[in-house]
C-alpha cells in the first residue's frame, strides 16, 4: 500500500463523512458530546472573526498578499488627492 493512500484523509469524502458520524453519535450515545449553547456558539464565532481580522491585518503590515486596491501605492495616492481636494473646496 502506497504512503499516500493511507489514513482518513485520503479517503472519499462520503467515507469520511460516514466515520464521522459514527463517532458523533457515539459520544451523544455515552454523554460525553459536547452541546454547545447559544451564548458558547456565539462566543466561538466571535473568536473565529477576530482571528481572521488578526491574520488579515498582519498579512496587510508585512506586505502580504493583499486584496486588490488596498495598499497599493496608487490607492493610497489617490486618496491623498480625495483629501487635499476636499480640503481646498
Given amino acids: 500500500m502506497a504512503k499516500e493512500d493511507r489514513g482518513f484523509a485520503s479517503m472519499d469524502r462520503s467515507k ?19 452541546e454547545w449553547t447559544s451564548e458558547e456558539a456565539r462566543e466561538a464565532g466571535r473568536k473565529g472573526g477576530m482571528a481572521s481580522h488578526r491574520r488579515r491585518s498582519e498579512l496587510t503590515n508585512q506586505g502580504g498578499d ?16 480625495k483629501n487635499q481636494n476636499e480640503q481646498i473646496r
Fill in 66 to 81: 493583499m486584496p486588490s486596491n488596498q495598499g497599493s501605492p496608487d490607492a493610497s495616492e489617490q486618496a491623498g488627492d
Fill in 16 to 34: 469520511q463523512r460516514e466515520i464521522a458520524s459514527k463517532g458523533g453519535k457515539a459520544a451523544h450515545e455515552k454523554g460525553t458530546a459536547h
